[in-house]
């Protein structure tokens, strides 16, 4: 296991990958499937309960002093992204199933991480309070923005998505955060010392709706539209955009002169693309039968890059205790 933490691989990531092992192996069917669907709705909501009272209002206001970081991190996020999601899928479109093709513009307009960009912008010495406010920022606008962004982008190619997706978002996603957020005086203490509580809550809902997705998409044939080779080629093409980001946000950074903890920020949360939003977000947009393709390309860019930023923000680190300074990337 301590070779594997090297690498960037943890328990999380072995649980998702179990997951959605048993997704394919024994999915789950009838009255049974309808049962999870509501432990999973009710648990996401919970999430993002959570997610309300622990937000600290302050630390954000904070973030934002740094306006020009905050601009270009919400820019790429949601306008170099997408951008460049239409241009690989234009690329890659002929290699790629209908709903894989769907599955990386829905990605590419998903908000960026929060727990880990922050820690590892925190592990290589950057500018914390900055990639607090940028992750928060941009999940808060991304739940309606992401839903906005998809049904464009759908649009314009002749494709909807769900008719009740906005109330779902709503009643699921919005209005808890806003109930915890308003609750927050109260119950923001003990949310805070309990992080274990909000790690289990994050976590399983995750996996709950890795389960729920990938089941409901073995019993619709799933995996008779997908052969091997076009995993491999989503893999690839996955691959690809995500060093695409990487390198745009390691130039941009030193195109623009920052400073080497406000360039972390961009990196990490330029870069990265949050599954505990973009999942939520999906089972509201999209029909349960292909959802499982949908969230396939998020599903692999998200281990991918945790796998690359584990690596980057573990050499960084090991730069920043030699040098006794913050590492020059």
């Known amino acids: 296991m301590a070779f594997l933490k090297r690498l960037g691989i943890d328990t999380y990531m072995l649980l998702l990958i179990a997951t959605v092992v048993l997704g394919v192996v024994l999915p789950v069917r009838g009255i049974f499937a309808d049962g999870l669907k509501q432990v999973t709705f009710w648990a996401v909501a919970l999430l993002f309960f959570l997610y309300g009272a622990k937000l600290n209002a302050a630390a954000v206001r904070a973030g934002l002093m740094n306006w020009r970081l905050q601009a270009l991190t919400f820019v790429v996020t949601y306008a170099m992204f997408p951008i460049l999601g239409l241009a690989i899928t234009w690329a890659a479109g002929p290699l790629l199933t209908p709903e894989?093709?769907?599955?990386?513009?829905?990605?590419?307009?998903?908000?960026?991480?929060?727990?880990?960009?922050?820690?590892?912008?925190?592990?290589?010495?950057?500018?914390?309070?900055?990639?607090?406010?940028?992750?928060?920022?941009?999940?808060?606008?991304?739940?309606?923005?992401?839903?906005?962004?998809?049904?464009?982008?759908?649009?314009?190619?002749?494709?909807?998505?769900?008719?009740?997706?906005?109330?779902?978002?709503?009643?699921?996603?919005?209005?808890?955060?806003?109930?915890?957020?308003?609750?927050?005086?109260?119950?923001?203490?003990?949310?805070?010392?309990?992080?274990?509580?909000?790690?289990?809550?994050?976590?399983?809902?995750?996996?709950?709706?890795?389960?729920?997705?990938?089941?409901?998409?073995?019993?619709?044939?799933?995996?008779?539209?997908?052969?091997?080779?076009?995993?491999?080629?989503?893999?690839?093409?996955?691959?690809?955009?995500?060093?695409?980001?990487?390198?745009?946000?390691?130039?941009?950074?030193?195109?623009t002169g920052m400073a080497f903890e406000d360039r972390a920020v961009l990196f990490f949360c330029g870069s990265t693309k949050s599954l505990a939003s973009g999942l939520p977000i999906a089972t509201a947009l999209f029909p349960a039968a292909t959802l499982g393709a949908v969230v396939l390309p998020t599903m692999l860019y998200h281990l991918s890059q945790l796998f690359v930023c584990a690596v980057v923000a573990q050499r960084g680190a090991a730069r920043l205790a030699g040098e006794g300074a913050p590492a020059r990337a």
């Not at 709503?170 to 927050?184: D, E, K, N, S, T």
């Not at 949310?191 to 409901?216: E, N, W």
């Not at 073995?218 to 690839?236: I, N």
Request: net charge positive; glycine share 10%.
């Open 100 to 255: 894989t093709r769907l599955g990386i513009l829905f990605l590419s307009v998903l908000p960026s991480t929060v727990q880990s960009s922050i820690a590892f912008t925190s592990m290589v010495g950057g500018n914390v309070p900055a990639a607090i406010c940028a992750a928060s920022v941009s999940n808060l606008v991304g739940v309606v923005l992401t839903p906005v962004l998809v049904t464009v982008i759908l649009h314009q190619g002749g494709a909807t998505v769900q008719g009740d997706a906005a109330v779902k978002i709503a009643m699921q996603i919005l209005l808890p955060f806003v109930i915890g957020q308003l609750l927050r005086r109260w119950i923001g203490g003990w949310v805070a010392r309990h992080k274990t509580l909000t790690m289990v809550v994050d976590r399983g809902s995750i996996l709950l709706i890795v389960y729920s997705a990938f089941s409901a998409g073995t019993v619709a044939g799933l995996w008779h539209v997908l052969s091997p080779a076009d995993l491999v080629t989503l893999y690839l093409v996955v691959v690809a955009f995500l060093a695409l980001a990487m390198l745009a946000m390691a130039g941009l950074g030193r195109a």
